[in-house]
């Protein structure tokens, strides 16, 4: 069964740090894995995803994520912090047998000026 | 990727009576997907909808309470049925981009029940 754990339900940091959002996730089949933003009173907005070939894979607003198959992780990352960055972040997980998205709890990352 | 759009985008209801929220896309879909996001929560899938065939419903969700439609390939909707606060969420629909893995979301709509 797909599983997808956030560590971290929530994530400070101040403008211009990195930000670091971890995932991670069980899959017995090659997954596709996704991130999502959901800024306050929106729906969810595809940030980035990855299905097949490389690896680290770029999104929008500056953030990229990287997959490692050895760790079955996903982490979101973004070089330095914007205060528009303040959003709930979802990782989610899908095989390629099964039409089901699996989401993670979330992560809320505050940032602080 | 594709249009999604919701009514209401928010509502507050009384207990005991019933709320019908309409999904609209911008293109022909196979699939749509209903999502509940209980407050401070993750999404929750509800059921997934085919036209032309009966919704598959998720385990925790029963017809009786979450009634779907699917009249064509760009339309589809669900009634939360004789609500009770706990039903207060967020509902969201998505569908199956182009790429098919892929899923996009509408902007949700926002109930309350009092």
């Known amino acids: 069964a797909q599983s997808v754990t956030q560590l971290g339900s929530h994530v400070s940091v101040s403008e211009g740090a990195l930000v670091l959002l971890r995932c991670n996730y069980s899959s017995s089949v090659p997954p596709y894995l996704f991130w999502y933003v959901q800024y306050p009173n929106q729906g969810l907005q595809l940030l980035l995803k990855?299905?097949?070939?490389?690896?680290l894979v770029k999104g929008i607003n500056g953030f990229e994520a990287e997959f490692k198959k050895s760790e079955t992780s996903f982490h979101l990352t973004k070089p330095s912090a914007h205060m528009s960055d303040a959003a709930e972040y979802f990782c989610a997980v899908r095989t390629r047998n099964t039409d089901k998205l699996i989401f993670g709890t979330g992560t809320r990352l505050q940032v602080f000026p | 990727s594709a249009v999604i759009s919701q009514k209401p985008s928010r509502d507050i209801c009384q207990r005991g009576t019933s709320l019908t929220i309409q999904c609209q896309v911008d293109s022909q879909v196979t699939m749509m997907f209903w999502y509940r996001q209980q407050p401070g929560q993750s999404l929750t899938l509800i059921a997934t909808a085919n036209q032309g065939s009966e919704a598959t419903y998720e385990s925790g969700f029963v017809i009786d309470k979450f009634p779907i439609s699917r009249p064509n390939l760009t339309f589809s909707t669900l009634t939360v049925s004789n609500m009770s606060p706990e039903d207060s969420s967020i509902y969201l629909c998505?569908?199956?981009?182009?790429?098919?893995?892929?899923?996009?979301f509408g902007p949700g709509t926002r109930l309350l029940v009092l």
């Open positions: 990855y299905t097949t070939g490389a690896t």
């Open positions: 998505s569908v199956d981009g182009s790429e098919q893995e892929t899923q996009y």
